[in-house]
């Protein structure tokens, strides 16, 4: 006999960041189902209708917990029970599920709708098959928030079995969807969304936000934001910095503090230690970033993008007015505005001279005196 699934739509909400109705799904996957159906109740009639040879299996999407063993024990129940329909219930939460033969299943609910008190001959109490967990609901405040409490709980006990280390799981939210590698330590205040993939070795924290990314072995997240993006293996990022989407880091790169990059390539081995701005760049390897450059990526139309070769040192404060491309070896003066491009091997100095007017300060000040003296 084969066999179906429908999920019955409610209102979505998420547990560490997954949507129910997802938790259930995989749940399913993993139960071998020939069809799995998410539904609304008006649709049931139809999907039984179509799957009238099958066993069917029905349950809400906000009964997250509801897993493959839940599933497997409800089915011996209903292969033992010879009945036509058998409904497991949680009598707290007024919420069930339902194994039974499709035209059973369509009768009654023809008749009376999916009603909880509608299954009384067929009920067995989920208590002989399944904890009071499984059968939480994430339509109720207080359920969602245990069922996100027991969630974390569990993902943070299948990292520790998988040789990965938390001091502490204050603040530490990780999706059901990420991986983490052996030798990796998380500290407080973490959080890692999406499927997330974090290499052997690293140290991810504390008080930091990966999203959808991905982070090589021996690598260094330290308070900072990284968002849909790809880091190499022996990086270092942070504290205070964050990688916006479409950022790629090479190996061994270096990103201080309060340093932002977007949309950009960054080659191996090079450092942007402080206070920069990377946007729509493709930077070369071994690239040395002073303190508060800028890349000018926005002339209020278009991105445009800056280039930078291999081996070159962009001097504190200089503004690189994109479209504009640095040679390998280049060298930019610092306080300079670049909008030429430079060269391979040259000095960029775009700044003016320097000029010192002499007892300029001894007039300015005697002015101020004599001003505040009449006061």
């Known amino acids: ?54 066993d069917i299996f029905i349950t809400f999407s906000d009964l997250a917990f509801i897993d493959e063993e ?18 497991a219930y949680n009598p707290e939460s007024r919420r069930f599920v339902l194994w039974g033969k499709a035209p059973a299943l369509a009768d009654l609910i023809k008749q009376s709708g999916l009603d909880y008190d509608s299954f009384d001959k067929s ?64 500290l407080p205040g973490t ?58 880091l090479a190996d061994k790169v270096h990103v201080g503090d309060f340093v932002e990059i977007k949309n950009s390539n960054i080659g191996e081995g090079t450092a942007v230690a402080h206070l920069t701005y990377v946007g729509d760049s493709d930077v070369g390897k071994n690239v040395n970033f002073g303190c508060g450059v800028v890349t000018v990526n926005y002339d209020g139309e278009n991105k445009n993008r800056t280039r930078i070769g291999d081996y070159s040192f962009i001097g504190c404060n200089t503004n690189l007015v994109a479209p504009v491309s640095i040679g390998d070896k280049a060298y930019t003066a610092a306080g300079s505005t670049i909008t030429k491009d430079v060269p391979s091997g040259a000095l960029a100095i775009a700044r003016s001279r320097q000029e010192n007017k002499e007892n300029w300060a001894d007039k300015k000040l005697s002015k101020y005196v004599d001003k505040k003296n009449k006061r």
Not at 125 to 150: D, G, I, T, V, Y
Not at 191 to 204: D, H, L, R, S
Request: overall charge negative; glycine content about 6%; hydrophobic content about 40%.
């Open 1 to 54: 006999m084969s066999r179906a699934a429908i999920i019955l739509k409610t209102t979505e909400k998420d547990i560490l960041f997954y949507s129910d109705i997802l938790w259930v799904r995989d749940a399913l996957s993993r139960a071998s189902f020939s069809e799995v159906y998410e539904a609304e109740e008006a649709e049931i009639i139809s999907i039984l209708e179509k799957n009238s040879e099958s």
């Open 70 to 87: 839940v599933i497997d024990s409800a089915a011996a129940l209903f292969a033992a029970s010879a009945k036509d329909i058998l409904c």
């Open 123 to 186: 009920k067995v109490a989920f208590s002989e098959f399944a904890s009071r967990r499984k059968f939480l609901s994430s339509l109720s405040p207080s359920n969602l928030f245990e069922m996100n409490k027991l969630a974390k709980n569990d993902i943070i006990e299948k990292h520790i079995m998988g040789g990965v280390t938390f001091l502490s799981s204050d603040g530490v939210l990780i999706s059901p969807k990420a991986k983490i590698g052996e030798g990796t330590t998380i």
């Open 191 to 248: 959080i890692i969304k999406g499927e997330t993939v974090i290499g052997e070795n690293c140290v991810i924290g504390p008080n930091s936000y990966i999203e959808e990314s991905v982070i090589g072995d021996n690598s260094e997240i330290n308070s900072s934001y990284v968002r849909l993006s790809k880091v190499g293996n022996g990086v270092s990022v942070g504290p205070f910095s964050q990688l916006r989407p479409d950022t790629v």
